[in-house]
T-cell receptor, first 113, second 114 residues
Framework: KQEVTQIPAALSVPEGENLVLNCSFT??????LQWFRQDPGKGLTSLLL?????REQTSGRLNASLDKSSGRSTLYIAASQPGDSATYLC????????????FGKGMKLTVNP | DVKVTQSSRYLVKRTGEKVFLECVQD?????MFWYRQDPGLGLRLIYF???????EKGDIPEGYSVSREKKERFSLILESASTNQTSMYLC?????????????FGPGTRLLVL
């Protein structure tokens, strides 16, 4: 059974810091990994999707890396801003090539001005 | 842009009422999903539909049913609402068979059962 873990559950930092968010998964037989953002009371928005053949993906100040062999992914946020405050979730496909995703419980980020 | 809409942002219902949550997507996606999200428990899949009239139970289907009569619409039904079904409900859709497609989420429905 695939399990996805995000530690810590919450993080509070001053504006301007470079951040690393962690995600680990137990079954390395995945074909991609995704990072989502969720603002309070809203739905999820996809940030980055890394295919298993890639090691990283970048979008603006965000960079996500994937190490399948160790069962880990990191989301790097450069020069954090108060607008980055949100919950960040990672997700991998359920075992067996399913269309379903297995989500971590998320990490709540607060960036203080 | 893909758009997933949900019929209500907030709902208040009484115990025992039948509740319908509607989700509509405009990108002709085969796959649609219903999740609930609770503090400390994360997102949990209730039901999944991979085509019209086709459905598959998720991790927590008890107390729920679904209907997919048209490709763009996926309904979640609480046959007899209970207080433990108070939650945030999220709908999502996805194109099938692609390794690079994400799930697109609606804005969510916050349901309170009194």
């Amino acid at each position: 059974k695939q399990e996805v873990t995000q530690i810590p559950a919450a993080l509070s930092v001053p504006e301007g810091e470079n951040l690393v968010l962690n995600c680990s998964f137990t079954d390395s037989a995945i074909y991609n990994l995704q990072w989502f953002r969720q603002d309070p009371g809203k739905g999820l928005t996809s940030l980055l999707l890394i295919q298993s053949s890639q090691r990283e993906q970048t979008s603006g100040r965000l960079n996500a890396s994937l190490d399948k062999s160790s069962g880990r992914s990191t989301l790097y946020i450069a020069a954090s801003q108060p607008g980055d405050s949100a919950t960040y979730l990672c997700a991998v496909p359920a075992p067996g090539g399913s269309e379903k995703l297995v989500f971590g419980k998320g990490m709540k980020l607060t960036v203080n001005p | 842009d893909v758009k997933v809409t949900q019929s209500s942002r907030y709902l208040v219902k009484r115990t025992g009422e039948k509740v319908f949550l509607e989700c509509v997507q405009d990108m002709d996606h085969e796959n649609m999903f219903w999740y609930r999200q609770d503090p400390g428990l994360g997102l949990r899949l209730i039901y999944f539909s991979y085509d019209v009239k086709m459905k598959e139970k998720g991790d927590i289907p008890e107390g729920y049913s679904v209907s997919r009569e048209k490709k763009e619409r996926f309904s979640l039904i609480l046959e007899s609402a209970s207080t433990n079904q108070t939650s945030m409900y999220l709908c999502a859709s996805r194109q099938t068979g692609s390794f690079v497609e994400t799930q697109y989420f609606g804005p969510g429905t916050r349901l309170l059962v009194l």
